[in-house]
Each structure stands twice: as structure tokens, then as C-alpha cells.
């Protein structure tokens, strides 16, 4: 998809050999090959279209190819990222899978994953769950352009996420606070700033 994505800004049509030559140079740093089978999995999700030879995204998806490009590139970079092993020491390992998904932007997957993790934790670990599961709503409601459903929702999770200080589950959590500290007023007047990253241990190459 991030293939695809980066040669097809438009959403238009493209030569599989085109998009699956590419799909090779992007997968050599990290030793994977693409095959057509794999490609197919994203054809049948209809996240793709495929025909006569030919990608594209399907024509309801083009008038938001500018979206598909961006989160495509956001997938690429956080699947490449969790190719490493995470540092020591982690949380468990569900619980990185979703901060990873943050902090390379994937917002809605993070709200979805971490709101999953909510559902079956301990008693002690679901303010937790749901404060990330409300931060994670927010950001994505900031990139939608909703200011005021963002901002109810960044005071809902601090709220949650602050008797959880200094740290929970290999979080950091004063740190992730004091990253959250301008984006009341960013949220309020519509302003952009670097993302809080979650995974604090790590340096995220490229991340938004």
C-alpha cells in the first residue's frame, strides 16, 4: 500500500509490476520480499482495486487519496519500526503494539486496539486503558478538524491518565503529561506541533 501510495498520489491507475517493483525497494532494508499473494489481501479488503493489470484505489476512496497516502506511509514506517524488538524494559506486549500505533499517527487503529485492552483488563488497569483510548480519540478528531470534540476529549484522558503517574505499564507517564502540556491551546485555536510519542525510550525515525 505505501507502494502504491507513493507513486499514485492521485489514487489513479498504475502497473502491478510498477507498484510491486517498488513494494521490493521499500521491503530490502529490512529483508522482506512482497509476493502477489500478499497484495492480494489488500485487493480483497477492497482497500485496493485490481484489474487488466492495473492498481488504483476504487473511485469512492480517490477524493481522499491525499488521506490513503499519508496513513499508508504512517503503516509503513510503524510495521518497519516494530520489526525491531521493543528495548528493555517494556510493557507487555499488547500494550506497545498500541503506543507504536501512536506514535507514528495511526490514531484510529490505536483508539480500536487500545479500547480492546480496556474491555478485558484488571480492575487497577482500566483508567488506564481508557485514558489512552481518549487520548488516541483525540489527536484523531484534531487531524479531522473537530477543535471542540478534541479538546473535551485531551481533558478526559488527562484526567484519567494522571493518578497513573510517574509511570504505568512502561509508559512514562509525567513525561507523556508534559508533552500534552501546549495542546489545549494548540486544540483551541486549531494550531499544529509535534505529537506527543509515547514510546519515549525510543528515537522514531521519521515520525510525524
Given at each position: ?18 507498484v ?69 524494559p ?16 495511526l ?61 504505568h ?40
Amino acid at each position: 500500500m505505501a507502494a502504491y501510495a507513493q507513486l499514485a498520489p492521485d489514487g489513479g491507475p498504475l502497473p502491478v509490476e510498477w507498484v510491486q517493483e517498488h513494494a521490493t525497494r521499500l521491503a530490502r532494508p529490512v529483508a522482506w520480499t512482497g509476493s502477489r499473494s500478499e497484495l492480494a489481501v489488500a485487493v480483497q479488503a477492497r482497500v485496493l482495486w485490481q484489474g487488466r493489470g492495473r492498481l488504483a484505489l476504487p473511485r469512492a476512496y480517490r477524493p481522499y487519496s491525499r488521506y490513503f497516502q499519508v496513513q499508508a506511509d504512517r503503516l509503513h514506517r510503524a510495521a518497519v519500526f516494530l520489526l525491531d524488538p521493543p528495548p528493555a524494559p517494556e510493557p507487555e506486549r499488547s500494550t506497545y503494539l498500541g503506543l507504536v500505533l501512536f506514535d507514528f499517527g495511526l490514531f484510529f487503529a490505536c483508539h480500536e486496539h487500545f479500547e480492546g485492552l480496556w474491555r478485558t483488563a484488571a480492575a487497577e488497569d482500566r483508567g488506564f486503558y481508557q485514558g489512552l483510548v481518549q487520548l488516541a480519540a483525540a489527536f484523531y478528531h484534531h487531524e479531522k478538524g473537530n477543535r471542540p470534540g478534541a479538546r473535551v476529549l485531551l481533558d478526559r484522558a488527562k484526567e484519567r491518565l494522571v493518578t497513573y503517574r510517574p509511570s504505568h505499564l512502561g509508559l512514562d507517564v509525567d513525561l507523556l503529561l508534559e508533552q500534552l502540556t501546549p495542546w489545549e491551546e494548540r486544540y483551541a485555536q486549531g494550531t499544529p506541533g509535534p505529537y506527543p510519542v509515547l514510546v519515549s525510550a525510543r528515537k522514531l525515525p521519521g515520525a510525524v
